[in-house]
């Protein structure tokens, strides 16, 4: 069963739409959010410091368990042409890329 990893970023309302076109498609068997593990630390004396980065759009991983490749495909071109039309960024690969 082939696994797809996405990185988006962008509102949590973009987000929500993205997901909601997955998990509308056939051959979908899961839809995960996994949590980002790597730390973001700002040191004390940074220029950074202090400031809020809620501000910019946030970044969501997901993780696929799709049917088969036939699907993998059609998902990744319907995540392209949605996040294209919603103005975000979508990093997507497979698992033989990870």
Same mark, same amino acid.
């Given at each position: 069963?082939?696994?797809?990893?996405?990185?988006?970023?962008?509102?949590?309302?973009?987000?929500?739409?993205? $997901?909601? @076109?997955?998990?509308?498609?056939?051959?979908?068997?899961?839809?995960? %959010?996994?949590?980002? !593990?790597?730390?973001? *630390? &700002?040191?004390?004396?940074?220029?950074?410091?202090?400031?809020?980065?809620?501000?910019?759009?946030?970044?969501?991983?997901?993780? $696929?368990? @799709?049917?088969?490749?036939?699907?993998?495909?059609?998902?990744?071109? %319907?995540?392209?042409? !949605?996040?294209?039309? *919603? &103005?975000?960024?979508?990093?997507?690969?497979?698992?033989?890329?990870?």
């Amino acid at each position: 069963m082939p696994m797809m990893r996405a990185r988006m970023t962008g509102s949590d309302d973009q987000v929500r739409t993205m $997901l909601n @076109l997955i998990d509308s498609m056939d051959g979908i068997h899961s839809i995960e %959010e996994v949590d980002d !593990l790597m730390p973001h *630390l &700002d040191d004390w004396d940074s220029s950074s410091a202090g400031l809020s980065d809620l501000r910019g759009p946030k970044v969501h991983e997901i993780e $696929l368990d @799709l049917a088969n490749n036939s699907t993998a495909g059609r998902v990744q071109r %319907e995540m392209e042409s !949605l996040a294209f039309d *919603l &103005d975000m960024l979508v990093e997507i690969s497979d698992n033989d890329e990870a």
